[in-house]
């Protein structure tokens, strides 16, 4: 099969209100293959009215349509057919995303795909299981706690797993009994721009879900400014959430932010090096740094520091750039020309500020990688703390390797960012894995691996600036306390 095969000729159209939609003004955007910049798709482009008109859809699809009214039953068994015919389109599903993000064909088919199914599934069975409690409060007063929906939930989202976080996301907040207005990011649309045909298809009432690609300053300004809109969640960078949090403020709507991170990953002297050394270089590779919780800050104990690095230098060498199609292919491409400049203008700061540069940092010489935004895997030994390197998110193949003495330094060089999303620590020694797991501080920590788990049932938060808001389905539900008086007591005076 190829690839290209399943990318629409005509450009792809919003989904407002049950339908696929051309915009008023008719703008399009390209949409580029990173392995070679060239265009291969085009994706009508949302203004303010189609904005609107999405939120107006979503608004009457939770106040007056059937939605609101929809039993969990009905919205789970929704949810499980879409996962169906999800299922069936995974192989489509998972070219477009390569093709769009540059991604290994085989990541996406066999984990990223397989999850998207699974969180209509898992969601599914969440929406049946929403539960409140009671709580004694005095003989008189029976108490309730409950969890309600928010109604119109704004979902920003980002370029580097849009399928996988898509899916999540929406199953969640639909789960959850809201509506949405989802927003893809402009350097990978397609895969939300299809999802529309999976709600369609599984028949969804209309407004349920609608999804405007756009920009970020035009369809997710308006969403987060909207008073109809009741939640805005965005997963994306610090940058753009402090943006939110400003932008939301007259509105004062419930706002949840996944955002950035620069995660630690500790390694103590009596681990076994050979294989920690396949964990630090997996915890920082995948989809070639371009994921929020990479282990980019590799702390090691001083008495196996050089012995650790050039193992990792031989481990890392031997991966091989290439478009995700091919079978030998083990480093992917950066998502666009722009994202791969930032990332070589960290690199070069890397250098001038001294730190050690132990393999990587030149770019490919190679005619075919030199189309495409290839970055070797890069490795900065001696990186310090005041390094910007050290501080900053740099979101490609680059680590920054520091040594350390003492588990008590090894912690606070740990916590010594503004970030604070995920983190590892490898250790034979189980009572100081899991003392030094509590005291990173951050929402999705790993004793003895690295981003491998089920994170489906155990979401991690961001703390510090790596996010606000809870995960899974508690994200998009908000709770009320209602007291019943079973006597008509005196009013306190
Ligand atoms: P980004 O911040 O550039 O964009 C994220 C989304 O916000 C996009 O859809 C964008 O169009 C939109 N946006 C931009 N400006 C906006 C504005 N003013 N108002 C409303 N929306 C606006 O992020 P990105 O480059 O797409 O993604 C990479 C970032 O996402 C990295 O920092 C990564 O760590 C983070 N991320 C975090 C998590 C997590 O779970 N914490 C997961 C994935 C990615």
Not at 46 to 74: H, Q, T, Y
Not at 299 to 326: A, H, N, T, W
Not at 418 to 441: N, P, S, W
Request: with cysteine; net charge negative.
């Amino acid at each position: 099969m190829n690839p290209y095969d399943y990318i629409k000729k005509e450009p792809y159209k919003l989904y407002i209100d049950g339908e696929f939609v051309i915009p008023k003004e008719k703008e399009v955007f390209d949409v580029i293959n990173p392995v070679t910049n060239e265009p291969f798709a085009k994706v009508y482009k949302a203004g303010k009215e189609e904005v609107e008109r999405a939120i107006l859809a979503a608004r009457r699809a939770f106040d007056e349509g059937p939605w609101g009214r929809m039993s969990a039953k009905e919205r789970s068994k929704l949810l499980l057919k879409a996962g169906q015919i999800l299922d069936k389109r995974k192989e489509e599903f998972a070219c477009t995303e390569t093709l769009e993000c540059g991604k290994l064909y085989a990541g996406v088919l066999y984990f990223e795909a397989e999850m998207c199914v699974d969180a209509f599934e898992y969601f599914a069975g969440k929406a049946r299981c929403i539960e409140g409690k009671t709580v004694p409060i005095d003989e008189n007063t029976v108490n309730l706690v409950q969890w309600y929906p928010h109604g119109v939930v704004g979902e920003i989202l980002p370029w580097n797993g849009p399928l996988m976080m898509g899916c999540q996301k929406i199953c969640a907040i639909l789960a959850a009994g809201n509506t949405a207005v989802v927003k893809p990011s402009s350097w990978a649309s397609l895969s939300m721009m299809l999802l529309a045909e999976v709600f369609e298809e599984a028949g969804f009432p209309k407004g349920v879900v609608n999804i405007v690609a756009g920009s970020g300053s035009v369809v997710g300004d308006a969403i987060v400014k909207s008073p109809l809109v009741d939640m805005a969640a965005m997963t994306g960078g610090t940058d753009t959430g402090k943006h939110i949090i400003e932008a939301s403020k007259d509105t004062v709507k419930e706002i949840a932010l996944e955002l950035g991170g620069k995660s630690p990953n500790i390694m103590f002297e009596d681990v076994n090096i050979d294989d920690a050394v396949k964990w630090a270089r997996w915890g920082f590779t995948q989809n070639s740094g371009q994921v929020c919780v990479s282990g980019t800050r590799l702390l090691v104990q001083r008495s196996i520091y050089e012995e650790f690095i050039e193992k990792l230098k031989i481990e890392c060498e031997k991966m091989v750039p290439g478009d995700g199609f091919d079978r030998t292919s083990t480093l992917n491409t950066l998502i666009h020309r722009e994202h791969a400049k930032v990332v070589w203008g960290y690199i070069e700061k890397g250098k001038a500020q001294g730190a050690r540069l132990v393999c990587g940092g030149v770019p490919y010489e190679d005619e075919t990688l030199k189309k495409g935004n290839f970055v070797p895997v890069t490795l900065f030994a001696d990186v310090t703390p005041d390094m910007t390197i050290f501080q900053e998110e740099i979101f490609g193949p680059v680590l920054c390797i520091t040594p350390f003495d003492t588990e008590e330094e090894a912690v606070k060089l740990a916590n010594a960012t503004e970030y604070g999303l995920a983190g590892g620590v490898f250790t034979k020694d189980m009572k100081r894995g899991l003392r030094v797991a509590q005291k990173i501080k951050g929402g999705q920590i790993y004793v003895n691996s690295y981003f491998s788990k089920g994170m489906i049932e155990a979401q991690g938060t961001g703390w510090k600036q790596s996010g606000l808001g809870v995960a899974g389905i508690q994200k998009y539900m908000i709770s009320k306390t209602i007291f019943i008086d079973t006597e008509t007591g005196s009013v306190p005076q």
